[in-house]
């Protein structure tokens, strides 16, 4: 069974200063990922994917992120967070091939301060 | 334009007095699901429609109830809620066998509240 980690519950980060939410994912077969943000109040609205091809993704909102296989991680990143950036962010994992079902991180709190 | 409708957004229920949640989609999907999320925690699949065919969580609780009339329409009964089943309720949608690779697309969510 595939499980997904979410190194940090919180990371506050300054206004226009770069942020990285990390996620590692494990999985003896091979995997699609996901980035979902969900602000407060409201359901998960898809970020990013990655599903194969080019391994640098870009998604909504100035966010991007790369699949790195041998270290089995799919981090989050901008380089310049903004107030409204601020919400929780989920990393997602499913394995690839047929109909299966997503298995959530526990999500990371970003906090943009002023 | 909302492709995952849920309603109510807010729900206020009694200890023990049954309540629905409703989904609707315009995505035509054929997998609908309903997820629990707590406070600071990841949703939590409590159960999926395939078309037609129900599929069980192992750890939901026989107090939550699902129907699918039709492929837009999907409803989440509590029978008999608790304070523990304060939370919110998220309905996702995804297509099986396309390109889209099973992507799940969410509602807003409904807060339900037990008193």
């Known amino acids: 069974a595939q499980s997904v980690t979410q190194l940090d519950s919180q990371v506050p980060v300054f206004e226009e200063a770069p942020v990285e939410l990390r996620c590692n994912y494990s999985?003896?077969?091979?995997?699609?990922l996901f980035w979902y943000v969900q602000y407060p109040n409201q359901g998960l609205q898809l970020l990013l994917k990655?599903?194969?091809?080019?391994?640098l993704v870009k998604g909504i909102n100035g966010f991007e992120a790369e699949f790195n296989k041998s270290q089995t991680s799919f981090h989050l990143r901008k380089p310049s967070v903004h107030i409204s950036d601020t919400a929780e962010y989920f990393c997602?994992?499913?394995?690839?091939?047929?109909?299966?079902?997503?298995?959530f991180g526990i999500g990371t709190k970003l906090q943009v301060i002023p | 334009d909302a492709m995952v409708i849920q309603n109510p957004r807010y729900q206020v229920t009694q200890f023990g007095k049954p309540v629905t949640l409703s989904c609707s989609q315009t995505?035509?999907?054929?997998?609908m699901y309903w997820y629990q999320q707590k406070s600071s925690q990841a949703p939590k699949l409590l159960f999926h429609?395939?078309?037609?065919?129900?599929?069980n969580e192992a750890d939901t609780p026989d107090n939550f109830q699902s129907r699918r009339p039709n492929t837009s329409f999907c409803f989440l009964d509590i029978r008999s809620p608790g304070l523990g089943d304060a939370a919110m309720y998220l309905c996702?949608?995804?297509?099986?066998?396309?390109?889209?690779?099973?992507?799940?697309?969410f509602g807003a969510g409904t807060r339900l509240s037990v008193l």
């Open positions: 990655y599903l194969s091809g080019s391994t």
């Open positions: 996702a949608t995804s297509t099986y066998g396309t390109l889209a690779k099973n992507i799940q697309y």
């Open positions: 997602a994992v499913i394995l690839s091939g047929g109909y299966q079902k997503v298995t």
């Open positions: 999985s003896s077969v091979s995997v699609y």
């Open positions: 995505l035509n999907h054929n997998v």
């Open positions: 429609y395939y078309d037609k065919d129900f599929n």
